[in-house]
T-cell receptor
Framework: GQQVMQIPQYQHVQEGEDFTTYCNSS?????IQWYKQRPGGHPVFLIQ?????EVKKQKRLTFQFGEAKKNSSLHITATQTTDVGTYFC?????????????FGGGTRLMVKP | DAGVIQSPRHEVTEMGQEVTLRCKPI?????LFWYRQTMMRGLELLIY????????DSGMPEDRFSAKMPNASFSTLKIQPSEPRDSAVYFC?????????????FGPGTRLTVL
């Protein structure tokens, strides 16, 4: 079945440093979504990418979807303590007509003030 | 809208007992998902429903787990009998298939501890 891998699993950064998490799918995706889960909280939707090579920005966050629609990345510029949490990518298989997402394992970001 | 509602928020039970987790999806959403989250295994999809019908239950660990969705506004996940390895946070999420983003809205989760 479809697998979605994320690296790294954990990342410690100093406040102000940049951060990137990478997501790779074993199958071609129709779209990919990103979620953020704060410590003790629940995953919250951030964004969806649909087109090959698409790039979207939300303030200091930049999301990219690979040309082959099998990989994606999330880059945070100048991290802040409010960025702390686990970031998940979630892909929808292009061969799956249903509404199911396959979540990656997540990257846990820790920011030292 | 109140968002996805889950109850109870915390459950502590003893091995062998029956546990029932409850979920009320966002009104108007037609897809509902049950996930389990642990440190070791991350976020796992257990089962999902579309229009109250179970579509994919391949993630249900074993026969001790069962899920129902008797109507569009209520779902249950039951574990009988419970075991210590079932300890986890269980999330319910709902979405609107065909909506603009199709994103999933997660409930606050139920933290289950089986002693």
């Amino acid at each position: 079945g479809q697998q979605v891998m994320q690296i790294p699993q954990y990342q410690h950064v100093q406040e102000g440093e940049d951060f990137t998490t990478y997501c790779n799918s074993s199958t071609t995706l129709s779209n990919i979504q990103w979620y953020k889960q704060r410590p003790g909280g629940h995953p919250v939707f951030l964004i969806q990418l649909v087109k090959s090579g698409e790039v979207k920005k939300q303030k200091r966050l930049t999301f990219q979807f690979g040309e082959a629609k099998k990989n994606s990345s999330l880059h945070i510029t100048a991290t802040q303590t409010t960025d702390v949490g686990t970031y998940f990518c979630a892909g929808r298989d292009s061969n799956n007509a249903g509404n199911m997402l396959t979540f990656g394992g997540g990257t846990r970001l820790m920011v030292k003030p | 809208d109140a968002g996805v509602i889950q109850s109870p928020r915390h459950e502590v039970t003893e091995m062998g007992q029956e546990v029932t987790l409850r979920c009320k999806p966002i009104s108007g959403h037609n897809s509902l998902f049950w996930y389990r989250q642990t440190m070791m295994r991350g976020l796992e999809l257990l089962i999902y429903f579309n229009n109250n019908v179970p579509i994919d239950d391949s993630g249900m660990p074993e026969d001790r787990f069962s899920a129902k969705m008797p109507n569009a506004s209520f779902s249950t996940l039951k574990i009988q009998p419970s075991e210590p390895r079932d300890s986890a946070v269980y999330f319910c999420a709902s979405s609107l298939a065909g909506g603009r983003w199709n994103e999933q809205f997660f409930g606050p989760g139920t933290r289950l501890t089986v002693l």
